[in-house]
């Protein structure tokens, strides 16, 4: 049985795979994924404008506000008043080989995606940095399984098997949903999958359920006649994770001009989805492929983005709970202080 406890990382580990999953290019250039950046011959090239480089590469996958800023095209136009070229590197399927992708000096920002990985990340030795927080309401991930399963509780879980991303939304939202039924985890077999695995898993059978977020759980729900056991909206009684954007410690450094540029653009394009859910929601569809009875779903929820800056002490506060509650249940391996890794912009 996949054991739940081992830790997420090693520092050796998580930076080889970083290196040759996203950063031979930067190597080839010269880039030091331990130092975050170019070498000095170039850092020197900074301006006094807040700014070394006119580009930046964001992240994106098939979801979220850096998928519709990517399609509506506005984001770009905003940046490009300011002499900023956007470069979109992608799509990725999760957060966490976004977090690879900037580390390794392939991607400047993380495309906005869950606080739990990037806090592995950093805690595995990865010299990111938080830039700007993202929440969403209402929250619509869910621990689901097949109709006729005989999984219909948290409690029917027991001796069964749950795909969930390691260090992410999946696993802690199935911990706190063992926790709150007082059903002892060492009784649930956590399988580690990415969704693109996670997902033809829970169809075949392979495992008996999936904590996912949206799209997929609500594609999976429809498509392999799925049924929610644990919502996170409904059921959870505290929010634990949130939505970030990363960049590496130096970039942030050397660019603080660029990043609040970049931090403003999407607070436009957060306020534009909030305001015109139809048109948001049909935007992600149209690549996404899915139904319309899922887009539909998605328009009914009024989708709503609200961003909050590194130095809301409030936001940073809740982090920081939310991550010494994953420690407590050793979803993260040790004490990880926010505070000292956000951006100074």
């Given at each position: 049985?996949?054991?739940?406890?081992?830790?997420?990382?090693t520092?050796?580990a998580?930076l080889?795979?970083s290196?040759?999953?996203?950063g031979?290019?930067?190597l080839?250039?010269?880039f030091?994924?331990?130092?975050g950046?170019?070498?000095?011959?170039?850092?020197?090239s900074?301006?006094?404008?807040g700014?070394?480089t006119d580009?930046i590469?964001?992240?994106w996958?098939?979801s979220?506000?850096?998928?519709?800023a990517?399609?509506?095209g506005e984001?770009?136009k905003?940046?490009a008043?300011?002499?900023?070229?956007?470069?979109?590197?992608?799509p990725f399927?999760n957060?966490?080989?976004?977090?690879q992708?900037?580390?390794?000096?392939?991607?400047d920002?993380?495309?906005g995606?869950?606080?739990?990985?990037?806090?592995?990340a950093?805690i595995a030795g990865?010299?990111?940095?938080?830039s700007?927080?993202?929440?969403y309401?209402?929250?619509t991930t869910?621990i689901?399984?097949k109709?006729g399963?005989?999984?219909?509780r948290?409690?029917d879980?027991?001796?069964?098997?749950?795909?969930?991303n390691?260090?992410?939304l999946?696993e802690?939202?199935l911990?706190?949903a063992?926790?709150?039924?007082g059903?002892?985890?060492?009784?649930v077999?956590?399988?580690y999958?990415?969704?693109p695995?996670?997902?033809?898993?829970?169809?075949?059978?392979k495992?008996?359920a999936?904590?996912?977020?949206?799209?997929g759980v609500d594609?999976?729900?429809?498509?392999?006649?799925?049924?929610?056991?644990?919502q996170e909206?409904?059921d959870?009684?505290?929010?634990?994770?949130?939505t970030?954007?990363?960049?590496?410690?130096r970039?942030?450094q050397?660019?603080?001009a660029?990043i609040?540029a970049?931090?403003?653009?999407?607070t436009a394009?957060?306020?534009w989805a909030?305001?015109?859910?139809?048109?948001a929601e049909?935007?992600?569809?149209?690549?996404?492929g899915?139904?319309?009875e899922?887009?539909?779903?998605y328009i009914?929820l009024?989708?709503?983005?609200r961003?909050?800056?590194?130095?809301?002490?409030?936001f940073v506060?809740?982090?920081q709970?939310?991550?010494?509650w994953?420690v407590?249940r050793r979803?993260?391996?040790?004490?990880v202080?926010?505070?000292?890794?956000l951006?100074?912009l």
């Amino acid at each position: 049985m996949t054991d739940p406890f081992r830790p997420v990382t090693t520092r050796r580990a998580f930076l080889a795979r970083s290196l040759i999953g996203a950063g031979a290019a930067g190597l080839a250039a010269g880039f030091d994924p331990l130092a975050g950046s170019l070498p000095a011959a170039h850092a020197a090239s900074q301006t006094t404008a807040g700014r070394n480089t006119d580009t930046i590469r964001l992240t994106w996958g098939f979801s979220g506000l850096a998928f519709i800023a990517k399609e509506r095209g506005e984001l770009e136009k905003t940046l490009a008043k300011d002499g900023i070229k956007v470069e979109w590197i992608g799509p990725f399927p999760n957060h966490a080989p976004t977090l690879q992708a900037v580390t390794g000096g392939t991607a400047d920002f993380s495309f906005g995606g869950s606080t739990t990985p990037a806090l592995a990340a950093i805690i595995a030795g990865s010299p990111l940095v938080f830039s700007l927080f993202l929440n969403y309401t209402p929250r619509t991930t869910a621990i689901i399984a097949k109709d006729g399963s005989g999984i219909d509780r948290v409690a029917d879980l027991v001796g069964r098997s749950v795909a969930v991303n390691r260090s992410g939304l999946g696993e802690f939202l199935l911990v706190a949903a063992l926790e709150k039924h007082g059903v002892d985890r060492s009784k649930v077999n956590f399988v580690y999958l990415n969704p693109p695995d996670a997902a033809p898993a829970l169809a075949s059978g392979k495992v008996d359920a999936w904590s996912m977020w949206s799209p997929g759980v609500d594609i999976a729900r429809l498509e392999y006649k799925a049924h929610d056991i644990f919502q996170e909206e409904r059921d959870l009684d505290f929010q634990i994770d949130f939505t970030s954007y990363l960049t590496r410690r130096r970039f942030a450094q050397e660019n603080p001009a660029l990043i609040r540029a970049l931090n403003a653009a999407f607070t436009a394009e957060a306020a534009w989805a909030s305001a015109n859910t139809v048109e948001a929601e049909t935007i992600v569809q149209a690549k996404a492929g899915y139904r319309d009875e899922i887009r539909d779903g998605y328009i009914a929820l009024k989708r709503q983005y609200r961003l909050y800056p590194v130095s809301d002490t409030a936001f940073v506060g809740d982090l920081q709970k939310a991550a010494d509650w994953l420690v407590a249940r050793r979803i993260l391996p040790e004490p990880v202080r926010v505070a000292d890794h956000l951006a100074a912009l």
